[in-house]
């Protein structure tokens, strides 16, 4: 049997193995067992002209947690192909990664979709991160098609999942808990005390929070101008007087600690980081503000408590005054500000516990008999066609 070893370009310099001798007719196997052929396989294809274009196109306009997101789901590509379309000893960066899937054709590319998917539930990856890193190879090359690039695209589809969303978050009780904590008079404590009641009075999404400047707070119209997922315009929301007295106390209290913010752009933010190294641009990130509410629920006593967490304890709050005013559930689309009003339903059923009712009026349905009494037989239903048994005499002494 001829062995076949692959070599690189880059190794063909090197001596090649001896050819193999010249064999009788219909024994060219037996004749050069120890022999090698050479197969001559190109270095890593080099980077088709647009595909540095194609990456800047398919990121350009995305908010910052998606760039983050995609940029994490191509790199982790571009490693899994390491040692299966790369050399160990050259490793592909984002471009080249997609360079070679466009140049393979489309029996290659769904065929490497579908080895990635695989290795990706290998890997234990939560459905949902393997969903999204299919839907974003999927849309790079949907746009490379788009662009003229290439003829066909990724059929790999991602993997059959119910998500649970937990909808309950701490609770306005909670929240009153998370506020207790936050003492002081400090800028910080005032600041945070500020962040939490946007987060909760107005159903904030963290990234929304971190994203505001002063001058999209208006106090003395009691608005605040937001720019919200999905969305590249601004949308005004009404401040509640809580609110506003919170960022009232926080504005006033800003301008001296401004100072300790980096001066390269966070001195346009609503909410600094207040950190005393100068680190950062100066403005509180979401994941400082992951941080603050996670610490503040610990000290409460809440356990785990996230941001979005504040976010849902709120939405839940408001779908239950809609129904006490016996308002529609799609009016509270305008506070929840969700694309669907099919979201809020798991608000409203998970709230109402909806499965916990329906099961217990099955269970009511079909009560528990009393267990018999082995003895007397009591209980026993008697076979069909049998005549009822005499009570048994009792015995004599």
């Known amino acids: ?3 076949v070893r692959v070599r690189q ?3 063909l310099a090197a001596p090649a193995a001896p050819a193999c001798a010249a064999a009788p007719p219909g024994r060219q196997e037996a004749s050069c067992p120890p022999s090698t052929a050479i197969i001559r396989v190109p270095d890593a294809p080099p980077a088709i002209r647009g595909e540095s274009r194609l990456l800047e196109a398919f990121l350009a306009g995305r908010s910052p947690t998606t760039l983050r997101a995609y940029r994490r789901d191509l790199e982790d590509l571009a490693n899994w192909m390491l040692g299966r379309l790369f050399t160990p000893d050259h490793r592909p960066d984002v471009e080249q990664a997609v360079a070679r899937i466009l140049s393979g054709g489309p029996g290659e590319a769904n065929e490497l979709a579908l080895a990635w998917r695989a290795d990706m539930r290998k890997r234990t990856l939560a459905p949902a991160t393997i969903n999204r890193r299919l839907a974003a190879l999927r849309s790079l090359m949907k746009l490379a098609r788009t662009l003229g690039l290439i003829g066909w695209a990724i059929e790999i589809s991602g993997l059959r999942h119910v998500s649970y969303r937990d909808t309950r978050g701490p609770g306005a009780e909670g929240f009153q808990a998370l506020l207790a904590v936050v003492r002081g008079r400090s800028p910080k404590a005032i600041r945070d ?3 939490l009641r946007l ?4 159903a904030l999404r963290r990234a929304e929070a971190v994203a505001l400047d002063i001058s999209d707070v208006d106090l003395e119209a009691g608005r605040l101008w937001i720019v919200g997922k999905g969305h590249t315009e601004r949308q005004a929301l009404s401040l509640p007087e809580a609110t506003a007295d919170a960022l009232r106390a926080w ?3 800003r301008r001296s600690a401004a100072a300790t913010a980096t001066p390269t752009n966070g001195h346009s933010a609503l909410f600094l980081s207040l950190d005393r190294a100068g680190k950062g641009s100066g403005r509180l990130t979401g994941e400082g503000v992951y941080k603050l509410v996670r610490h503040y629920g610990a000290r409460a006593g809440l356990g785990r408590v ?3 967490g504040l976010r849902h304890a709120a939405i839940t709050e408001a779908v239950r005054a809609a129904q006490a005013a016996g308002m529609g559930i799609e ?6 500000r969700h694309a669907d009003v099919a979201t809020l339903m798991l608000y409203r059923d998970r709230d109402r516990n909806v499965q916990g009712q329906l099961a217990g009026l099955v269970a009511a ?3 528990t008999l009393r267990p018999a009494c082995r003895r007397s037989g009591a209980g026993r239903p008697a076979p069909k066609g049998s005549a009822p048994r005499a009570p048994r005499r009792a015995r004599r002494r």
């Open 199 to 202: 987060l909760y009075d107005l």
């Open 306 to 308: 996230r941001p979005h």
């Open 251 to 253: 504005l006033t209290v």
């Open 9 to 11: 370009a880059a190794d």
């Open 1 to 3: 049997m001829v062995r």
């Open 331 to 336: 009016e509270v689309l305008d506070y929840s």
């Open 193 to 195: 005390r500020a962040l």
């Open 365 to 367: 349905s079909a009560p």
